[in-house]
Protein backbone atom coordinates (compact mmCIF):
# COMPACT_ATOMS: atom_id res chain seq x y z
CA UNK A 1 0.00 0.00 0.00
CA UNK A 2 1.45 3.45 -0.22
CA UNK A 3 0.74 7.15 1.35
CA UNK A 4 -1.45 9.16 0.21
CA UNK A 5 -1.05 12.55 0.21
CA UNK A 6 -3.74 15.73 -0.24
CA UNK A 7 -3.74 19.57 -0.76
CA UNK A 8 -5.73 22.16 -0.87
CA UNK A 9 -5.68 24.27 -4.32
CA UNK A 10 -6.66 27.68 -3.76
CA UNK A 11 -8.92 29.51 -6.58
CA UNK A 12 -7.60 30.98 -9.51
CA UNK A 13 -8.89 33.97 -12.04
CA UNK A 14 -9.99 30.44 -13.78
CA UNK A 15 -10.59 27.15 -11.41
CA UNK A 16 -12.48 27.35 -8.26
CA UNK A 17 -11.18 25.73 -4.78
CA UNK A 18 -9.79 22.10 -5.47
CA UNK A 19 -8.18 19.23 -3.97
CA UNK A 20 -5.44 17.35 -5.26
CA UNK A 21 -4.88 13.76 -3.73
CA UNK A 22 -1.76 11.86 -5.00
CA UNK A 23 0.40 8.97 -4.46
CA UNK A 24 3.24 6.85 -6.58
CA UNK A 25 0.28 5.19 -8.67
CA UNK A 26 -1.63 7.88 -9.60
CA UNK A 27 -3.52 11.01 -9.00
CA UNK A 28 -6.97 13.43 -9.14
CA UNK A 29 -7.88 16.70 -8.51
CA UNK A 30 -11.25 17.16 -7.22
CA UNK A 31 -13.56 20.34 -7.13
CA UNK A 32 -13.83 21.70 -3.42
CA UNK A 33 -16.64 19.91 -1.73
CA UNK A 34 -18.20 23.28 0.09
CA UNK A 35 -20.69 20.72 1.69
CA UNK A 36 -17.95 19.47 3.74
CA UNK A 37 -14.76 21.09 5.99
CA UNK A 38 -11.42 20.86 7.16
CA UNK A 39 -10.30 16.96 7.20
CA UNK A 40 -13.70 16.08 5.26
CA UNK A 41 -12.54 17.21 2.59
CA UNK A 42 -9.39 15.93 2.14
CA UNK A 43 -10.80 12.55 3.30
CA UNK A 44 -13.59 12.80 0.29
CA UNK A 45 -10.36 13.91 -1.64
CA UNK A 46 -8.81 10.45 -1.46
CA UNK A 47 -11.98 8.49 -1.70
CA UNK A 48 -12.40 9.31 -5.48
CA UNK A 49 -8.99 8.44 -5.96
CA UNK A 50 -9.73 5.02 -4.68
CA UNK A 51 -12.93 5.51 -7.11
CA UNK A 52 -10.48 5.71 -9.33
CA UNK A 53 -8.16 2.89 -8.87
CA UNK A 54 -10.98 0.37 -7.89
CA UNK A 55 -12.44 0.64 -11.39
CA UNK A 56 -9.16 0.65 -12.97
CA UNK A 57 -8.15 -2.24 -11.57
CA UNK A 58 -12.13 -3.95 -12.41
CA UNK A 59 -11.56 -2.98 -16.10
CA UNK A 60 -7.40 -4.48 -16.40
CA UNK A 61 -8.05 -7.52 -14.23
CA UNK A 62 -11.85 -8.35 -14.14
CA UNK A 63 -11.85 -8.51 -9.84
CA UNK A 64 -14.26 -6.69 -7.27
CA UNK A 65 -11.50 -7.00 -4.75
CA UNK A 66 -10.60 -3.76 -3.70
CA UNK A 67 -7.34 -3.96 -2.14
CA UNK A 68 -8.08 -0.35 -0.95
CA UNK A 69 -10.82 -0.56 1.47
CA UNK A 70 -8.65 -1.48 4.75
CA UNK A 71 -8.74 0.89 7.92
CA UNK A 72 -7.06 4.37 6.91
CA UNK A 73 -5.81 7.53 9.36
CA UNK A 74 -5.01 10.61 8.72
CA UNK A 75 -3.00 13.64 10.09
CA UNK A 76 -1.83 16.84 9.18
CA UNK A 77 1.88 17.63 8.11
CA UNK A 78 3.63 20.84 8.91
CA UNK A 79 3.75 21.98 4.96
CA UNK A 80 -0.64 21.76 5.90
CA UNK A 81 -0.97 18.98 3.09
CA UNK A 82 -2.29 15.40 4.60
CA UNK A 83 -1.23 11.92 4.90
CA UNK A 84 -3.85 9.36 4.58
CA UNK A 85 -2.05 5.97 5.47
CA UNK A 86 -3.65 2.16 5.61
CA UNK A 87 -3.65 0.61 8.49
CA UNK A 88 -4.01 -3.59 9.21
CA UNK A 89 -6.25 -2.81 12.08
CA UNK A 90 -8.32 -0.08 13.96
CA UNK A 91 -6.67 2.13 15.97
CA UNK A 92 -7.62 1.51 20.11
CA UNK A 93 -8.01 4.57 21.58
CA UNK A 94 -7.08 4.42 25.79
Known amino acids: MQTITTKYLPATNFKGSRIKAECERGSITVTY ?4 SGESCHIYAVDKLIEK ?31 HVFIET ?5
Not at 33 to 36: F, G, V
Not at 55 to 67: I, L, M, V
Open 90 to 94: PLQVA
Open 53 to 83: FVTEDKARFGTNRNPWSKPRAVGQMKDHRYA
Open 33 to 36: PCEL
